[in-house]
């Protein structure tokens, strides 16, 4: 088997940081050892990899992604291969995709689309997640079968009536299922009804720019939503993961269920940290790039969600990551902000974002890899394979560069994208050289990984409770 070494870097886990070599035989790590010691000195490799003065860490981990998701009449535009490039790129090695249940059709039709899209093609390791669009007799059931195959959460959505909206009593059966088989319920926690009258009357009245996107789907919605999904979670006696929580209500409603001691966690995404309702104002048509659901809110919101990840009441950040095209894509909705397809892009960008917040005094070091890496594989069962250095995990490595300044733009980024949600903005870090199990997928601007790398990971049930 090869054996690489990373000498000399300092190893950064969610636990600690020492200054330490990392020992890799094939896909694994195998051993680490402090830089300089008769142990580490005595390793032989077929490579050794210099990260003097930067950053050893384990690959990101997004647990929130949506490659190539039909959405709003047309498709999100990264590809499993392009977006997993962009995502290696961006220091991130494993991504958790949703896979969709459509109304009508089976949670087993909807996995399959799904492996189909990734099979072969994908830059890094990926996992699904399963959307419950139509819960019924046989999907519950069906939650099982997904569970025993490693997909172990499903997402439902109090929002997007029509699509993928679910009722209370839909909601409460499949939480009902997931405290019986060990599924993770996710939720997306905004009240749908009570926006789309809000839309309705906002077209009405003439308001169709996208910053009225943001007006409609009110705070007030998203709290209620997430004060709703926590009572049914409890009644179902079932854990509750909140997926984009972008309000301070919403964050507040998390926190007095955890004070309760109730198994309720919240992922909020770099998007609501860095970005506001100011960008969803912006003239002419620009705010439709900044469209998505829960929006963008005012930036006072912002403290109360780094807040909420200093004190844990949020857990992960996540990317949400589901771009569409401002020209083809966005342009759907010019004249009804309600037909612009809802997401942003950003899988390259959430390590880099993250560690500017370190440098920005918001979060530690060890705390930015326990958002970004090791919380995500432990909430969604591939801990400690991914997530970690420690001997036996697998060689998802980042040699990160911490003093490295970028300029995000979509001239220089890999998403399959045409515009960059942070265009224009000074970050300081960035990843150097990429391995995913073993293998460097990226080194500095060269892409050295191919598609088909990439492998579906099963994974086990909420390690986080
Ligand atoms: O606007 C968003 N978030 N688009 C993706 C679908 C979802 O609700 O996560
Ligand atoms: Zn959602
Ligand atoms: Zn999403």
Not at 329 to 334: E, V
Request: with cysteine.
């Amino acid at each position: 088997m090869p054996r690489t070494v990373i000498r000399g870097g300092l190893v950064i886990t969610a636990a600690e940081e020492m200054h330490a070599d990392v020992l890799i035989e094939g896909e694994q790590v195998v051993a680490l050892a402090a830089t300089g010691s008769d142990v580490a000195d005595g390793w032989t490799a077929d490579r050794v990899i210099d990260a003097t003065g930067q950053y050893v860490i384990p690959g990101g981990v997004d647990a929130h992604t949506h490659m190539q998701l039909p959405f709003g009449g047309t498709e999100a535009s990264d590809t499993f291969e392009t977006g997993t490039r962009a995502a290696a790129f961006g220091g991130t090695t494993t991504i958790v995709d949703f896979a969709v249940q459509s109304v009508g059709s089976s949670l087993r039709a909807g996995l399959d689309a799904w492996h189909a899209k990734a099979a072969g093609v994908c830059a890094i390791d990926y996992a699904f997640h399963m959307i419950l669009g139509d819960v019924n007799e046989s999907s519950l059931k069906e939650m099982d079968l997904l569970v025993g195959e490693g997909v172990t959460s499903f997402k439902l959505f109090m929002a997007y009536p029509g699509v993928f909206y679910s009722d209370d009593g839909q909601i409460l059966r499949a939480m009902q299922r997931g405290a019986d088989n060990g599924g993770l319920i996710m939720m997306h926690a905004e009240n749908g009804i009570a926006i789309d009258v809000l839309v309705e009357q906002a077209l009405a009245a003439g308001k169709t720019d996208p910053r009225y996107h943001g007006e409609v789907r009110r705070e007030l919605l998203e709290a209620e939503a997430t004060h709703r999904a926590i009572k049914l979670a409890q009644v179902a006696g079932s854990p509750l993961y909140v997926v984009h929580v972008s309000a301070a209500s919403a964050v507040a409603e998390l926190a007095r269920a955890r004070d309760e001691g109730l198994p309720v966690f919240g992922e909020t995404c770099p998007q609501y940290l860095y970005l506001s309702t100011d960008n969803l104002a912006e003239p002419g048509f620009e705010g439709a790039k900044y469209v998505c659901s829960t929006p963008l809110r005012p930036r006072e919101h912002q403290a109360a969600l780094w807040r909420g990840l200093r004190t844990n009441d949020l857990q992960v950040v996540s990317t949400d990551h589901c771009p569409f095209c401002f020209t083809g894509q966005k342009d759907l909705g010019r004249g009804d902000f309600s037909k612009i397809p809802n997401g942003l892009p950003g899988v390259e960008n959430r390590m880099d974002l993250l560690h500017q917040a370190v440098l920005d005094g918001h979060l530690t070091r060890r705390r930015w890899i326990e958002i970004a890496c090791a919380t995500p594989a432990r909430m969604f069962g591939l801990y400690p394979r991914k997530g970690t250095v420690t001997p036996g995990a697998d060689a998802d490595l980042v040699v990160y560069d911490p003093t490295a300044v970028q300029t995000v733009s979509a001239a220089t980024h890999h998403m399959n994208v045409d515009y960059s949600a942070y265009e224009g903005r000074q970050l300081t870090g960035r990843a150097r050289t990429v391995l995913s199990r073993g293998t460097v997928v990226v080194d500095g601007d060269a892409y050295l990984g191919r598609a088909g790398h990439g492998r579906y990971q099963q994974r086990s049930t909420c390690q986080y409770l």
